[in-house]
């Protein structure tokens, strides 16, 4: 008996606020959409106050940029070209130092121009499920460019060697591209 007393007590006294609470978020609302908005004779007159455009200033914007579009695509037609490419492969030996390198051999022509007007894009394949332990970079040679795998993990003139088994070969794929 005594817990029906404190139930209906508990009840009155929690769910009348509440009820009360939700009762005047919706008189809330629906005074808020009662308000009249605005209609399309008042936006009509809002577009009629604004002034009116002077049309040869927008023909005079209209050519200018007409001009600089035709600039951007008499750029955009000298595309890069690929002038070589290939896939260089890099043994690593038991100890890793930043400083074992592959010599990648091109022509004199191509060599000449390296770092000025053409460059060299590198990307190692990892095998799948591994993490990139190493990042490659290149570097000019006399008759071709250097390319160096990395080790992220190792400070300058740092050795490290691996007791666990690491893949020995790296696929590295290179193109000479003309800037």
Do not use: H
């Amino acid at each position: 008996m005594n817990r029906t007393r404190v139930l209906s007590t508990l009840i009155t006294t929690v769910a009348l606020p509440l009820l009360v609470l939700v009762t005047l978020s919706c008189v809330d609302d629906v005074s808020m959409a009662a308000q009249p908005s605005q209609t399309d004779a008042d936006n009509q007159k809002a577009q009629a106050k604004t002034p009116p455009t002077d049309v040869e200033a927008l023909a005079g914007q209209v050519k200018e940029l007409q001009k600089q579009l035709a600039a951007l695509q008499a750029r955009t037609s000298e595309t890069p070209r690929i002038i070589a490419a290939g896939t260089a492969t890099f043994a690593l030996g038991k100890v890793q130092d930043n400083a074992t390198f592959v010599r990648v051999k091109l022509n004199a022509d191509v060599t000449a121009r390296l770092g000025d007007d053409y460059i060299v894009l590198l990307t190692t394949r990892v095998p799948t499920g591994r993490f990139p332990l190493y990042v490659p970079y290149w570097r000019k040679a006399k008759d071709g460019f250097d390319v160096t795998l990395a080790s992220v993990t190792l400070g300058p003139d740092g050795t490290v060697s691996y007791l666990f088994k690491t893949d020995k070969t790296f696929p590295i794929d290179w193109i000479v591209v003309k800037k």
